[in-house]
């Protein structure tokens, strides 16, 4: 099967407010394949690298000692169009518009506690689940359920 792989950080608000299993079981229902999981305290330096882009954002150090202050899940997926899947069920950055119905819309109200990162292209994903993942980390596997989740025509 043509597939792609996203990564998701269920982030450190998501930890403290107990919505990691919540979370983690929207994108298992949905069909998505895990392939990569840990419980990770992440790196002061690796947050500066993730959110480099915001390094000129008045909050960007608020933001870092957000991300740093407890653990996050880390999380790769793969399936069909992963990438799109994964950020439609997300919702977007600012959890008060997100869709009802999204993750960020059922259970955010913030900007930055907007509860889980994912990434937002197949070049992004690439790069971010390099910088988060070793290789001996994400595991290849069939999973026996895609028969039930793809048509025979998109399992190829």
């Given at each position: 099967m043509a597939h792609e792989r996203t990564l998701v950080i269920i982030k450190p608000d998501a930890?403290?407010?107990?919505?990691?299993?919540?979370i983690l079981t929207r994108f298992e229902r949905k069909g998505l394949k895990m392939i990569g999981l840990k419980l990770q305290l992440l790196p002061e330096e690796t947050i500066r690298d993730h959110y480099a882009h915001l390094r000129e954002k008045v909050f960007f150090e608020e933001l870092v000692e957000f991300m740093t202050n407890t653990p996050s899940i880390l999380i790769v997926l793969e399936g069909k169009e992963c990438v799109e899947v994964v950020r439609r069920m997300v919702g977007t950055t600012n959890a008060r518009s997100?869709?009802?119905g999204s993750?960020?819309?059922?259970?955010?109200?913030s900007v930055q506690s907007n509860l889980v990162h994912a990434s937002e292209s197949l070049v992004a994903a690439q790069t971010e689940i390099d910088r988060f993942f070793k290789p001996g980390e994400i595991h290849d596997f069939t999973k026996i359920s895609f028969h039930l989740v793809y048509s025979s025509a998109e399992r190829d």
């Open positions: 930890i403290q407010r107990e919505l990691a299993g919540e997100a869709d009802i993750i960020r819309g059922d259970y955010g109200m």
